[in-house]
């Protein structure tokens, strides 16, 4: 029961902090979020840790739980590694995927094209990633991956909402990965997808470029901005 308290929790923050309902420096009182969930603090607790090796919490004053802000170079390495093991799952599976595989690939591939909201897209875009992933069959190169994955869930959620024009590039990527799999070039599929992964990043990084300062608490109401136009990041 406390597992499954503890992951009902840990999730429902992590949407808040991807939809910008939370921001960095906001307080993640354990006491607070206890009453609010109904739960006891061990929950709670275990929740917050959960974000904290996500880096999207981390110590504050007093030693209690803040919403973390990421740095961009915290986030260029983060990218970069993510990058590198993607790329080498998507060589392997350029060679290790079944017909069957290839052939479910390519119809999330055609889901993708037909796909114009974000959300929508971005669902079909984990399930794009896990099916190399899985047609890989390399099990521990896939749990490095998860790992990473946790931790660059919330910046990759908000991808499809920073850039209008996103959607259509990653569409692109996405085909030239999944034809350099079909024809079974391991070398241009682990090119591709450390580029796509870097496409990614980059979005990011113009955004978070050009974002104030406005985040933190002292900002009052103003920080709490409105999604309207677009979700906002979680930084």
């Known amino acids: 029961m406390t597992n499954r308290a503890a992951e009902t929790i840990f999730r429902t923050l992590l949407d808040r902090i991807v939809a910008g309902r939370m921001v960095p420096g906001e307080p993640l009182v354990e ?7 109904g739960v006891s603090r061990t929950p709670v607790r275990e929740a917050l840790h959960r974000l904290a090796q996500a880096d999207l919490a981390e110590r504050g004053a007093r030693r209690a739980f803040v919403v973390r802000k990421m740095a961009p170079e915290d986030l260029s390495e983060l990218f970069e590694a993510s990058g590198e093991v993607e790329s080498a799952l998507a060589a392997l599976a350029a060679h290790r995927m079944s017909e069957i595989e290839r052939r479910q690939l390519q119809s ?15 669902a079909i875009n984990a399930r794009f990633h ?3 992933k899985t047609g890989a069959r390399n099990a521990i190169l896939a749990a490095t991956l998860d790992e ?13 909402h920073s850039d209008a024009g996103r959607l259509a590039t990653s569409r692109a990527e996405h085909r030239a990965i999944t034809e350099a799999i079909l024809a079974q070039d391991a070398e241009a599929t682990r090119r591709l997808m450390r580029s796509h ?4 990043y980059l979005v990011l990084a113009d955004v978070l470029s050009r974002r104030q300062a406005t985040d933190a608490p002292a900002s009052g109401v103003a920080s709490r ?7 906002p990041l979680p930084w």
Do not use: K
């Open 197 to 200: 992964v870097a496409s990614s």
């Open 225 to 231: 901005r409105s999604t309207e136009g677009g979700a």
């Open 148 to 160: 990473m994955s946790l931790r660059t869930l919330a910046w990759r959620a908000a991808n499809f």
């Open 108 to 122: 999330i591939l055609a889901e993708g094209h037909a796909c114009d909201d974000p959300d929508a897209y971005g």
């Open 31 to 37: 006491q607070a979020l206890a009453e609010q969930f």
């Open 130 to 132: 896990d099916a190399i």
